[in-house]
């Protein structure tokens, strides 16, 4: 079988940030080298062999066909979402479009590193103990992770895990945000990034099933997917609406004691509905479809998330990596995307 370069994140995804798209190149940033290059899609996010790998020293097997069909699935309300510029808010897209998030999550470099790094951080707390693998019980016949194995133990994961993630993923709100104006969308190679503004202490808040969680993946350079926990949408409501009939209300009161005239109520209305309009718009955007736009804010938060996430390699449509080389730098240590660390 002849050795070849296999995606972790679609060519048809790429293709969508390309800066030279008769020869189908991307602008890249290297989080390790802090060097900028344009290459071929045919050369970035993907490695020989990525999804092969050989048991009893002997046997090839190929996870690609089953990652090439996973694609093929998933790639028509991929596709129809680019087209439209918006959700059709159907079972049958949402159930796609779960699954694309929930196997671009699970297949990537940073994921197989992961592995790597939570057996890393077993180890050295077991040796920090005074002890040996070996003399753990259920590891008695433990043998330092080879580069077969962790393509095995990860490619297996994938199997075992993509349809309870999928599902956790498709009880979600799905909203769709646009970039705001002069700006792009970078995407790295783990670009389906978690984010979460609760904060649940030593337990963590950042499970997919979490309360609060966000889940955000660029679908092209003009549009990103988030999926966020129902509770945001609903609190964002909630909140809307109390505080319209807060204002209403005080404004009534302002009327009838005489502190208000009907045309000032009128005006302090208007200004109250011109500072609640980014929340209208968001929540007529989800109940819509409709891409939301992004402020300058809202873009720096969300090309900040890629960059932390990605194990090593970033692309943006206009060459602009300003901030990612300046995140880069003021956060060293995830130059190798987020990892688990040995506490």
């Given at each position: 079988m002849a050795a070849e370069n296999q995606h972790y994140v679609p060519k048809f995804i790429l293709?969508?940030?390309?800066?030279?798209?008769?020869?189908?190149?991307?602008?890249?940033?290297?989080?390790?080298?802090?060097?900028?290059?344009?290459?071929?899609?045919?050369?970035?996010?993907?490695e020989r062999r990525f999804n092969d790998f050989t048991f009893d020293d002997e046997w090839l097997a190929?996870?690609?066909?089953?990652?090439?069909?996973?694609?093929?699935q998933t790639q028509?309300?991929?596709e129809k979402v680019l087209k439209d510029r918006r959700?059709?808010?159907?079972p049958e897209q949402k159930a796609a479009l779960a699954m694309m998030l929930a196997f671009q999550l699970l297949r990537t470099k940073a994921a197989?590193?992961?592995?790597?790094?939570?057996?890393?951080?077993?180890?050295?707390?077991?040796?920090?103990?005074?002890?040996?693998?070996?003399?753990?019980?259920?590891?008695?016949?433990?043998q330092p992770m080879t580069e077969d194995r962790l393509k095995r133990e990860h490619l297996l994961s994938i199997q075992g895990s993509i349809g309870e993630y999928a599902q956790i993923i498709a009880a979600k709100d799905f909203v769709l945000a646009e970039p705001s104006p002069g700006r792009s969308f970078y995407l790295g190679d783990n670009p389906v990034c978690l984010a979460n503004a609760l904060d649940f202490g030593p337990y963590g808040n950042l499970g997919l099933a979490v309360q609060g969680i966000e889940i955000y993946m660029p679908l092209a350079s003009d549009l990103m997917l988030c999926a966020?926990?129902?509770s945001i949408i609903h609190g964002l409501r909630e909140a809307h609406k109390r505080a319209k009939e807060a204002r209403q209300a005080e404004a009534v009161?302002?009327?009838?004691?005489?502190?208000?005239?009907?045309?000032?109520?009128?005006?302090?209305?208007?200004?109250?509905?011109?500072?609640?309009?980014?929340?209208?718009?968001?929540?007529?955007?989800?109940?819509?479809?409709?891409?939301?736009?992004?402020?300058?804010?809202?873009?720096?938060?969300?090309?900040?998330?890629?960059?932390?996430?990605?194990?090593?390699?970033?692309?943006?449509?206009?060459?602009?990596?300003?901030?990612?080389?300046?995140?880069?730098?003021?956060?060293?240590?995830?130059?190798?995307?987020?990892?688990?660390?040995?506490?």
């Open positions: 293709r969508q940030f390309l800066s030279d798209k008769k020869r189908e190149r991307v602008s890249v940033f290297d989080k390790h080298t802090e060097k900028t290059f344009v290459t071929s899609i045919k050369n970035i996010m993907a190929s996870f690609e066909p089953i990652a090439c069909t996973a694609e093929h028509p309300s991929y959700l059709d808010n159907s197989r590193d992961q592995w790597q790094a939570v057996e890393d951080a077993i180890v050295k707390k077991v040796e920090e103990s005074g002890g040996r693998m070996q003399d753990v019980k259920g590891w008695e016949d433990w966020w926990c129902p009161s302002r009327v009838m004691k005489g502190e208000l005239s009907a045309a000032g109520m009128r005006q302090l209305l208007d200004s109250a509905k011109a500072t609640e309009e980014p929340v209208a718009e968001l929540l007529s955007a989800f109940k819509e479809g409709h891409p939301v736009t992004s402020n300058d804010a809202n873009m720096d938060y969300y090309n900040s998330l890629q960059t932390s996430y990605a194990y090593r390699y970033i692309v943006c449509q206009q060459a602009d990596f300003a901030l990612a080389r300046r995140f880069n730098s003021e956060n060293p240590a995830l130059r190798r995307g987020s990892r688990l660390r040995a506490g």
